[in-house]
C-alpha cells in the first residue's frame, strides 16, 4: 500500500472509531503478565502495528505488570522476534518505547496494586484516565488479579474494561464461578472476554456473506443443505509445550471456543441490526437448541510418531517429556452437533480439530444435498460453499459445469473468490489487531458474553466429565495424517460425503 493512500485509510478508520476529532481523554493499556508469552509474541507486537500505524488514540500509554524484576528494555527486546519493524519505523519505535513503562509485583497482593494505581495516576491524565486492563495470565490467578484491580486501579473519571483470556474455566460449574466472580466486580459492559477467532478476517465476513447477499437466502436452511463442517487442523505437535495443553485437551483448546464460535455465524437467524447485544443474543438463540453431547458423537484420536518422518514428526504425543506418560488427553476430536430448530432439524454440524494433522488449514464448509432429478448418470458431485479462514484467505464455491472443449460432460470447478488474488497489495490486519481496537471503541460485538459462554459449557462439560471419569483412551493416529480413519467413517455415516478427488488450487498469481 502506498504511503500517501495508507495514511487516507489510517485517518478514514480513526475518524470511524474516535469521530472527527477523537477523545482528549488518556488512555492507559495495562498488561498484566507482561512477561509472559502472550504478552511477548502477541500482544506488544499488537500494540506496537497499532500505535506505528496511528489507530490508537493519541494520548495512549502503555503499562506492564509481572512478577519479575524487568526494565521497559527487557520486555521490548524479548518481543523483538515478533514485532515487524522496518528501517523507516526507528522514530516511531522510538516514540512507542517511551509511552511504556513497567512495574513489579505479586498478583494477589494489594500492596503492588495500590503502587499500581500510584503510577498509573502519575500518567497524564492521572486519575481521570480511561483504563483498560488486559489478562495475560493463568486462570488460576483471575480471582485475586480482578479483586485487586477493583479494589485498588479503577479511574475515578474515565471508563475501565478487562480483557479476559480463555480458558474461562474448565466445565460449566468452574465456567460459572469465574463469571459470578467476575460480575460481583464488574459490569458486563465492562467485560471482554476474547476468542481470537472471532477477530479473524473471514468470520468477521461470515455476516456479511449471510445476510449481504440475496442468492445464500433460500438455501441457507435444512432444505438444502446436507451438512456444515467447521475444520481447524495443524500440521505440528505441542513440540516440548505439551504439559499447559495436556491440562486442557483440544476439545478445551479449540472446540468448545474457536469452532462453536464459528457454528453460530452460520446458523443464527438474521438480528435485528448490527448491534452487539443483537447479533449475541441471536448466538445464544442457536446454543440453546443444541443438546449436551455425548460420548457416542465424538471420535477421539492423539498421535503418535512417524518412524519415517523427520524432526518432531518422529514424536508421538507421549514422547514429549512434559506430557504424562499414561495421557489419556485427545490431540484430536471430531464431534456431530444438531441445532434442533425449523431452520436446521437434522442437519449435522461437524466440527473437527486436531494437531500433528497433515495440513494448516481452518475453514467453514456447507455441503449441498444433491440436485433432484439427476441426468447426468450420477456424474455430478455435491455443490459445496467453503469459507477458508486461514491461510490464504478465500470463498469458493465447487459447482458442476461442462469440461471444456467438445465433450458434453460435467466437470468440477470453483468460483473463487481469493482475497490475495482479488486484492492486490492488501495486508490483512491482526485478529488481535481488530479486537484491541473494538475494545478502545467499546464493542462488544466480537466478545463472548456471559449467557454465550454458559450454554457453550453446558454442551461440552457432560462430554468432558465423561471421558475424565471413565478415562477413554483415544484412537492412535499417525503424525502428518488426516486423523484416525474413525472420523471419516463418523461423517459418512451422518451424511457428509468425502469425494477426495477435488483439491482447491491457490491461483499462481495470489
Not at 488512555?27 to 512477561?35: E, K, Y
Not at 500510584?118 to 486492563?133: K, M
Request: hydrophobic share 35%.
Amino acid at each position: 500500500m502506498e504511503a500517501a493512500s495508507r495514511s487516507e485509510v489510517f485517518g478514514q478508520l480513526r475518524r470511524e472509531l474516535y469521530g472527527e476529532h477523537g477523545s482528549d481523554r488518556s488512555n492507559v493499556f495495562i498488561i498484566l503478565g507482561a512477561s509472559g508469552d502472550l504478552a511477548r509474541k502477541k500482544i506488544y507486537p499488537t500494540l506496537w502495528l497499532l500505535f506505528r500505524d496511528g489507530l490508537l488514540p493519541d494520548h495512549t500509554y502503555f503499562v506492564g505488570f509481572a512478577r519479575s524484576k524487568l526494565s521497559v528494555e527487557d520486555i521490548l527486546q524479548a518481543c523483538g522476534p515478533h514485532m515487524k519493524v522496518s528501517d523507516q519505523d526507528q522514530e516511531s519505535l522510538s516514540a512507542f518505547t517511551g509511552r511504556n513503562s513497567y512495574l513489579s509485583g505479586s498478583y494477589d497482593d494489594g500492596q503492588s496494586f495500590q503502587r499500581l494505581h500510584q503510577h498509573l495516576s502519575s500518567l497524564p491524565g492521572g486519575e481521570s484516565s480511561n483504563r483498560l486492563f488486559y489478562l495475560a495470565l493463568p486462570p488460576t490467578v483471575y480471582h485475586s488479579v480482578c479483586t485487586n484491580i477493583r479494589a485498588h486501579c479503577i479511574s475515578s473519571g474515565g471508563w475501565n474494561r478487562v480483557i479476559v483470556e480463555k480458558p474461562f474455566g474448565r466445565d460449566l460449574q468452574s465456567s460459572q464461578e469465574l463469571s459470578v466472580h467476575l460480575s460481583s466486580l464488574f459490569a458486563e459492559d465492562q467485560i471482554y472476554r476474547i476468542d481470537h477467532y472471532l477477530g479473524k478476517e473471514m468470520v468477521q465476513n461470515l455476516m456479511v456473506l449471510r445476510f449481504g447477499n440475496r442468492i445464500f437466502g433460500p438455501t441457507w436452511n435444512r432444505t438444502s443443505v446436507a451438512s456444515v463442517v467447521l475444520t481447524f487442523k495443524e500440521p505440528f505437535g505441542t513440540q516440548g509445550r505439551g504439559g499447559y495443553f495436556d491440562d486442557f485437551g483440544i476439545i478445551r483448546d479449540v472446540m468448545q471456543n474457536h469452532l462453536l464460535q464459528m457454528l453460530c455465524l452460520v446458523a443464527m437467524e438474521k438480528p435485528a441490526s448490527t448491534s452487539p447485544d443483537d447479533v449475541r443474543d441471536e448466538k445464544v438463540k442457536v446454543l440453546k437448541r443444541v443438546s449436551p453431547l455425548a460420548l457416542s458423537d465424538v471420535v477421539l484420536g492423539q498421535y503418535v510418531g512417524d518412524p519415517a518422518g523427520e524432526g518432531h514428526s518422529q514424536q508421538g504425543y507421549l514422547d514429549d517429556p512434559t506430557v504424562p506418560p499414561d495421557s489419556c488427553t485427545p490431540t484430536f476430536a471430531t464431534a456431530v452437533l444438531y441445532v434442533q430448530n425449523e431452520r436446521w432439524d437434522g442437519v449435522p454440524f461437524i466440527l473437527r480439530c486436531g494437531k500433528a494433522l497433515n495440513e494448516r488449514k481452518a475453514e467453514v464448509r456447507l455441503q449441498f444435498t444433491d440436485v433432484p432429478g439427476d441426468i447426468f448418470g450420477d456424474r455430478c458431485q455435491r455443490n459445496e460453499l467453503v469459507v477458508r479462514v486461514q491461510p490464504d484467505e478465500a470463498i469458493y464455491l465447487k459447482m458442476m459445469t461442462k469440461r471444456p472443449g467438445v465433450y458434453f460432460c460435467p466437470e468440477e470447478t470453483e468460483l473463487d473468490l481469493t482475497y490475495r488474488s482479488r486484492y492486490k497489495n492488501l495486508t490483512l490486519p491482526d485478529a488481535y489487531e481488530r479486537l484491541i481496537l473494538d475494545v478502545f471503541c467499546g464493542n462488544q460485538m466480537h466478545f463472548v458474553r456471559s449467557d454465550e459462554l454458559r450454554e457453550a459449557w453446558r454442551i461440552f462439560t457432560p462430554l468432558l466429565h465423561q471421558m475424565e471419569a471413565e478415562r477413554t483412551r483415544p484412537i492412535p493416529y499417525t503424525y502428518g495424517s488426516r486423523g484416525p480413519p474413525e472420523a471419516d467413517e463418523l461423517l459418512k455415516r451422518v451424511g457428509f460425503r468425502y469425494e477426495g478427488k477435488y483439491k482447491w488450487v491457490k491461483p499462481h498469481s495470489a
